[in-house]
């Protein structure tokens, strides 16, 4: 299958998204789409598969001219869209989830529950996934919800596979096991679009890399014709000749701990750690190690057995978030869009939310000033917004995360947590996170960072934890310490 895309326009509204953009997709290759949140990627993708109606130019398949109604229509011909933000149901199973919408079913019209658990282990096979198919959808990782929205593409007649930051939640083993099924497709003849931030992948498994920027392409080239700094020079119109922003910010004395923190759930247990003003303490570990589940246990997301937590030598008494919330704790969730967000509020109603109180005076609600305090947030995190008023709906992945650091920033946290907060952002966007990390942190704010990002882990933090199966398995520099010895204490414990 050849798709060519010609002179493809979209607007939304007067607001042009993508302007004049001419792009080639073959069967049998990969073609990395690249380019900064808000470049026009996913749009781009969208148009194609019909969930956007294109405002000009036009489509043609085989030399044939063609448009999709909708998404469905373009999976049934063979194209399939996995976004970056799934799409399950939490309280239906693996299978339900699996075969929503493409049920197959028995003469008479009853649900052919056989055959469909049969296509759903043939797809599971291929990607080495083993989750029992009735399994609740909301009980399982991000990482395995992203590995079954990945099997329903296997499930359809696959010519082109588009992926939107396919890896972004997957363990090691998980992404190692993804390359592999790439690698059985393309041989196949199966296309694939690979949207992806993460440029040793894009080296990794692509064949042809197009850079966008402000709803244009900038290039497309042979991968192996190209290198990382070119790539980012073309991404965001300038050098960025460091990733990791220098940290000159003096550490002064513990301000937060916890001791021998133990989960309700069995989850993880004997959890002691203490971070000081100004200092960067990063968590890492592979999936499910407890990283974030000691995170939620310490906001008051989820409860804890036993332990204790303590700012400013006064111990914490937190059986909600809102109580953390009042001693002066922000927690950035890993999911943004069902913890992180209201998706259907404004930029400023999601970024007062943690402090509305205090633009009460009176018993009047003033909404100047909470519009000033929005504007100058908005405009320090550099969050492309048509205005403050905008849905975070609308908004690319990217720069809802920003919105969410926005929401934290505001309450002027002591202690701010921080769960994989580069998450699908683009390196331009991830150099403005780390400048403002290092922002807080010079202002004596204690920062806990969760991260499966190793370089990220090794380039940002003072000191690094590494969790193991529920325990820290030990500490390291964050300068100095290597991938290896981080990897190490991940996989084997102390």
């Not at 194609?48 to 999709?68: H, M, N, R, V, Y």
């Amino acid at each position: 299958m050849k798709i060519e895309m010609t002179h493809i326009a979209k607007s939304f509204g007067s607001n042009q998204v993508l302007k004049d953009i001419n792009l080639t997709l073959n069967s049998g290759e990969v073609h990395a789409l690249m380019g900064e949140n808000g470049a026009g990627k996913s749009t781009l993708m969208n148009v194609l598969t019909g969930l956007f109606p294109a405002t000009g130019g036009q489509i043609s398949i085989d030399g044939e001219t063609k448009s999709f109604a909708n998404p469905k229509e373009a999976e049934l011909f063979g194209i399939s869209f996995i976004h970056q933000e799934m799409n399950s149901w939490p309280d239906m199973t693996v299978l339900e989830n699996l075969f929503l919408g493409r049920e197959i079913k028995r003469a008479g019209g009853l649900l052919n529950n056989k055959e469909m658990k049969a296509r759903a282990k043939d797809a599971f096979k291929q990607l080495g996934v083993n989750i029992p198919l009735d399994t609740l959808i909301g009980t399982l990782s991000v990482g395995q919800q992203q590995m079954i929205e990945i099997a329903k593409s296997f499930l359809a007649n696959l010519k082109i596979l588009i992926m939107d930051e396919p890896t972004a939640a997957l363990t090691e083993r998980e992404t190692n096991r993804l390359f592999a099924v790439i690698e059985t497709l393309k041989a196949k003849g199966v296309g694939i679009v690979y949207i992806s931030h993460r440029m040793e992948e894009i080296f990794k498994v692509s064949q042809f890399v197009t850079v966008m920027r402000d709803g244009q392409i900038i290039d497309t080239k042979p991968t192996a014709e190209t290198n990382v700094d070119e790539l980012v020079r073309k991404m965001v119109g300038r050098e960025i000749t460091d990733y990791y922003p220098r940290k000159d910010t003096p550490i002064g004395d513990v301000i937060f701990s916890v001791s021998h923190l133990n989960s309700a759930g069995g989850l993880f247990e004997d959890i002691s750690f203490e971070v000081r003003a100004g200092e960067i303490l990063a968590f890492s570990g592979l999936m499910g190690a407890g990283r974030t589940e000691v995170m939620r246990a310490i906001f008051g997301i989820d409860k804890l057995k036993s332990g204790t937590v303590t700012l400013n030598g006064k111990q914490l008494r937190i059986r909600k978030p809102v109580d953390a919330i009042r001693h002066g704790i922000g927690f950035l969730t890993e999911d943004r869009k069902t913890e992180g967000l209201i998706l259907d509020f404004s930029i400023r109603e999601n970024v007062v939310l943690p402090k509305k109180d205090s633009f009460v005076r009176r018993g009047l609600y003033n909404a100047k000033a909470a519009a000033i305090f929005v504007r100058d947030l908005i405009n320090r995190l550099s969050v492309k917004a048509t205005s403050d008023e905008q849905l975070v709906s609308d908004l690319s992945g990217g720069n809802q995360q920003k919105v969410v650091m926005a929401k934290w920033v505001g309450i002027s946290p002591k202690v701010l947590i921080l769960d994989e907060p580069t998450r699908g952002v683009d390196v331009g966007a991830k150099r403005e996170i780390y400048e403002l990390m290092n922002e807080l942190a010079g202002r004596g704010v204690a920062i806990v960072m969760v991260s499966s990002d190793l370089p990220e882990v090794l380039g940002i933090s003072d000191r690094i934890i590494v969790m193991h199966e529920g325990t820290i398995a030990g500490q390291l520099p964050g300068k100095g310490a290597t991938q290896e010895q981080v990897m190490q204490l991940a996989t084997l414990g102390e």
